[in-house]
């Protein structure tokens, strides 16, 4: 069973400080590895994805691949209560959908 | 609109009904895929579309369910025979598609599924 784990928090940070949502997947296979923000009653949206080892910057969002470790974080810097919402890890699966974690809730307290 | 539309966004009927729900791809995405989300819970894979190519419909959780996607576009998921525990928010996404799941998907904003 491929899985995908994430901290169900609830990660509580204070307004312009750095968030880090951390994710781990089972699947050494894997290629593609995707951050999704919901807001509660809200569908999924795309935030960043990322498919090589190291960083990649988008705005106040990083994401950071480990494939060694099979480890996928997400920094958010200048946290802002907007960001307030449940971050879904995903990752490609083998037949073309993605697997998701259950998601991290996080609060940015003003 | 340029995004995923789904319809309706919300659905109400009694146990033993059957239930379509729609999805209507962003216009040039090859892949399509249902997922359904229960509350709390991540998000479960249903069935993937690629093109005019036969489902992957492994994900589909009984044979009660069904999918069909008519010219390449617009997709409906059929549930037969509505149980209580088909109540979740039933989500398509769509991606340009190449075979593989590298590209981003972008999801609709659900069909919320109530069985009484």
């Known amino acids: 069973q491929k899985e995908v784990e994430q901290n169900s928090g609830p990660l509580s940070v204070p307004e312009g400080a750095i968030a880090s949502l951390n994710c781990t997947y089972s699947?050494?296979?894997?290629?593609?590895f995707f951050w999704y923000r919901q807001y509660s009653g809200k569908s999924p949206e795309l935030i960043m994805f990322?498919?090589?080892?190291g960083d990649k910057e988008d705005g106040r969002f990083t994401a950071q691949l480990n494939k060694a470790s099979q480890y996928v974080s997400l920094l958010i810097r200048d946290s802002q209560p907007s960001d307030s919402a449940t971050y879904l890890c995903a990752v490609s699966g083998s037949q073309g959908n993605l697997i998701f974690g259950k998601g991290t809730k996080l609060s940015v307290k003003p | 609109g340029a995004g995923v539309s789904q319809s309706p966004s919300n659905k109400v009927t009694e146990k033993g009904k059957d239930v379509e729900l729609r999805c209507d791809p962003i216009s040039g995405h090859t892949a399509l895929y249902w997922y359904r989300q229960s509350l709390g819970q991540g998000l479960e894979f249903l069935i993937y579309?690629?093109?005019?190519?036969?489902?992957?419909k492994s994900g589909l959780p009984s044979d009660r369910f069904s999918a069909e996607r008519t010219g390449g576009s617009v997709s409906t998921l059929t549930i037969q025979r509505t149980q209580q525990e088909d109540s979740a928010v039933y989500l398509c996404?769509?991606?340009?598609?190449?075979?593989?799941?590298?590209?981003?998907?972008?999801f609709g904003d659900g069909t919320r599924l109530s069985i009484l």
């Open positions: 990322i498919y090589s080892n």
């Open positions: 579309f690629q093109g005019n190519s036969a489902p992957d």
């Open positions: 996404a769509s991606s340009l598609g190449s075979g593989t799941s590298n590209q981003p998907q972008h």
């Open positions: 699947d050494r296979g894997s290629q593609s």
